[in-house]
């Protein structure tokens, strides 16, 4: 991930609203990433499992951490999701700014 100019910030940030597996910086960019793994797509897969109302989660839980770390308001945010297992050709993909 430092190859791609990532930088673990926190893991497993957990509050009263949820949890985002990472968060990370990219440039300017504060980024709350969502890992995925799925053994196989029966239900749609491992990107398909983020739905709105996991959505609406994330966002929360990232509001949370946004506050109570007091990250300057001007700070560009993004959330990211990576998507692990058999169905992904390369065993992994990674998609930027996913919601």
Known sequence: ???RG???IRSNYRCR???IDLIMTNNEYLVFVEVRYRRN??????SASIDHKKQ???RATAEHYLQRMRVDPDQPCRFD??????SVDTGCEWIQ???
Do not use: C
Request: net charge positive.
């Open 6 to 8: 990532y930088r673990l």
């Open 17 to 19: 609203y949820g949890e």
């Open 41 to 46: 797509s029966t239900f749609g897969g491992a």
């Open 97 to 99: 700014n996913a919601f």
């Open 1 to 3: 991930m430092s190859r």
């Open 56 to 58: 609406t989660k994330l």
């Open 81 to 86: 999701v990576v998507v692990l297992g058999p």
